[in-house]
């Protein structure tokens, strides 16, 4: 099993340009922004950072609850959508970074202690999520934030590519284990959207997306 096969970013470079156009991915996109918005810190962020970013669809919807944003994906199609939107929007607190952050001789190329980490529907695609949660919190400031959005744990019949390495979703208590062990503290769950599909099975069900919210002690 190659990393490629899990990042797949050619996968993501082809579909870029009508990435957007997916009303259930819109839909999706707004309901995980509001459900971050709802549970951001007190203080505004400083320096924020959103891992698989894709065209910014939750990205341009946190940025402006943000002093500066570092949005990263492994994509470079996605992040030259992204950059687009940017411009179009003049949007100036958004900095998009080209890096597969799941791999960790990447990972060191990224600079900063980030105080807010967020991330839509990316987590299932790190191949190794247990290490890479391990890594990420080491890019973090004490008292930092992290909100990940995801799948919980499926049947193995949500994504339409069968060939796609991707994890099933999560088990909320694996998940919450996994970033206790990473050291995050004050992990919480909410159920953020319901998105509701055929599968790849054919059949129509309904697939829970969480949020889980945890911080980065302060000392």
């Known amino acids: 099993m190659t990393d490629k096969n899990w990042t797949d970013t050619q996968r ?21 922004a509001r459900a971050i918005i709802a549970h951001l810190p007190i203080s505004k962020p400083q320096n924020a950072l ?106 193995g019949f949500f994504h339409d590519d069968p060939s796609g390495q991707v994890h099933h979703g999560f088990e909320r208590s694996a998940l919450q284990a996994m970033l206790e062990s990473a050291g995050f503290t004050n992990v919480a769950f909410i159920t953020a959207h319901l998105i509701e599909k055929k599968n790849r099975a054919g059949e129509q069900k309904a697939y829970p997306i969480f949020l889980v919210t945890a911080l980065k002690p302060k000392a």
């Open 12 to 32: 993501f470079d082809d579909k870029a340009a009508e990435w957007d156009d997916n009303a259930r991915r819109a839909a999706l996109a707004d309901a995980v």
């Open 50 to 155: 959103e891992f698989g970013c894709g065209t910014g669809l939750v990205t341009t919807r946190i940025a402006p609850h943000c002093a500066r944003l570092t949005a990263v994906d492994s994509s470079s199609e996605m992040i030259r959508m992204l950059g687009e939107k940017i411009a179009a929007g003049n949007i100036v607190n958004i900095e998009p970074l080209h890096l597969d952050f799941s791999r960790p001789e990447k990972a060191t190329e990224l600079a900063g202690d980030f105080d807010f980490v967020f991330s839509s529907m990316t987590l299932h695609h790190i191949p190794d999520p247990a290490s890479f949660l391990h890594e990420l919190i080491g890019h973090m400031s004490p008292g930092g934030t992290l909100s990940i959005a995801d799948l919980d744990a499926e049947d």
